[in-house]
């Protein structure tokens, strides 16, 4: 059975740092690419960033270049997302989602073949 499980959201002020993890199991970790996603209320998903699993490449959304750097430990077949410098926009509900094979760029969250249940940040001001 395939599963990502979310972790490491919560409650933070702006300025602050967190740091999401992705635990991946049930499928061939290497051969995915795995992405962060978030949606807030009212609003769509969207990208936030995505490693190759079989490279280590790494893609980010604009708004978070220079503040989220995303990892991977294929050891642990867990992903992290590390956030600083949070901002009360990036309130939202994070996901993580795998896809097969190489990226060249973030996916359309529509293009993901698995997800998991999302882990809520929020950003106080």
């Known amino acids: 059975e395939v599963q990502l499980q979310a972790s490491g959201g919560g409650l933070v002020q702006a300025g602050g740092s967190l740091r999401l993890s992705c635990a991946a199991s049930?499928?061939?970790?290497?051969?995915?690419?795995i992405g962060w996603f978030r949606q807030a209320p009212g609003k769509e998903r969207e990208g936030v960033s995505c490693?190759?699993?079989?490279?280590?490449?790494?893609y980010y959304a604009d708004s978070v270049k220079g503040r989220f750097t995303i990892s991977s430990d294929n050891a642990k077949n867990t992903v992290y997302l590390q956030m600083n410098s949070l901002k009360p926009e990036d309130t939202a509900v994070y996901y993580c989602?795998?896809?097969?094979?190489?990226?060249?760029?973030?996916?359309?969250?529509?293009?993901?073949?698995?997800w998991g249940k999302g882990t809520q940040v929020t950003v106080s001001s």
């Open positions: 490693i190759s699993s079989r490279d280590g490449s790494t």
């Open positions: 049930g499928f061939t970790f290497d051969d995915y690419a």
């Open positions: 989602a795998a896809v097969i094979g190489s990226i060249a760029t973030i996916p359309e969250h529509y293009g993901m073949d698995y």
